[in-house]
T-cell receptor
Framework: LAKTTQPISMDSYEGQEVNITCSHN???????ITWYQQFPSQGPRFIIQ???TKVTNEVASLFIPADRKSSTLSLPRVSLSDTAVYYC???????????FGKGTRLSVIA | SAVISQKPSRDICQRGTSLTIQCQVD?????MFWYRQQPGQSLTLIAT?????????ESGFVIDKFPISRPNLTFSTLTVSNMSPEDSSIYLC???????????FGQGTRLTVV
């Protein structure tokens, strides 16, 4: 499974766009990139998943360059409720379990 | 989507005893997993719960300490055996479909061993 590297923490003010970058230099051809969000005292929650280029849903956008060695999760106009830990995971979609890295602790400030 | 219910949500246990955590999914899923999470830390995979066969354990976790059952496609249990204070942690159940596109997690069981 490809190892991921993310910033340990980030701070942002409400209303700003937040971009969290994840490095995965040894990503394999069959690997997808998936981001999860975890609030205190809750299990992680799926945010977005992609293979290449750009993916957008109602919550976030995911940007993946052509070499796929990194990816950027973009959260538009964050609010206080977006304060959470964000995990970047890389792996294929077969019968393999998710392996979590250290994640990025995002603190949104009023 | 799938909704996962874990029981108990929390417990305080005496060292040397065992606790069984139950995980119920509201729909049939292909894969179920058990994780452990220390406060402020990331999730560590304990094992994959295989339906009808022995669980697949990750390095550092053994069946004698963490026996797992999965009698059907919607239910699994994790037992933490012969507990010590080092077993104090949050234990999370997870489930996913055949392509593992999106995994769902329970709220976790907060275990304190005294």
């Amino acid at each position: 499974l490809a190892k991921t590297t993310q910033p340990i923490s980030m701070d942002s003010y409400e209303g700003q766009e937040v971009n969290i970058t994840c490095s995965h230099n040894n990503i394999a051809t069959n690997d997808y990139i998936t981001w999860y969000q975890q609030f205190p005292s809750q299990g992680p929650r799926f945010i977005i998943q992609g293979y290449k280029t750009k993916v957008t849903n109602e919550v976030a956008s995911l940007f993946i360059p052509a070499d796929r060695k990194s990816s950027t999760l973009s959260l538009p106009r964050v609010s206080l409720s977006d304060t959470a830990v964000y995990y970047c995971l890389v792996g294929d979609l077969g019968n393999t379990p998710l392996v979590f890295g250290k994640g990025t602790r995002l603190s949104v400030i009023a | 989507s799938a909704v996962i219910s874990q029981k108990p949500s929390r417990d305080i246990c005496q060292r040397g005893t065992s606790l069984t955590i139950q995980c119920q999914v509201d729909s049939q899923v292909t894969m179920m997993f058990w994780y452990r999470q220390q406060p402020g830390q990331s999730l560590t995979l304990i094992a994959t719960a295989n339906q009808g066969s022995e669980a697949t354990y990750e390095s550092g976790f053994v069946i004698d300490k963490f026996p797992i059952s999965r009698p059907n496609l919607t239910f699994s249990t994790l037992t933490v055996s012969n507990m010590s204070p080092e077993d104090s942690s949050i234990y999370l159940c997870s489930a996913a479909g055949v392509l593992n596109t999106e995994a769902f997690f329970g709220q976790g069981t907060r275990l304190t061993v005294v």
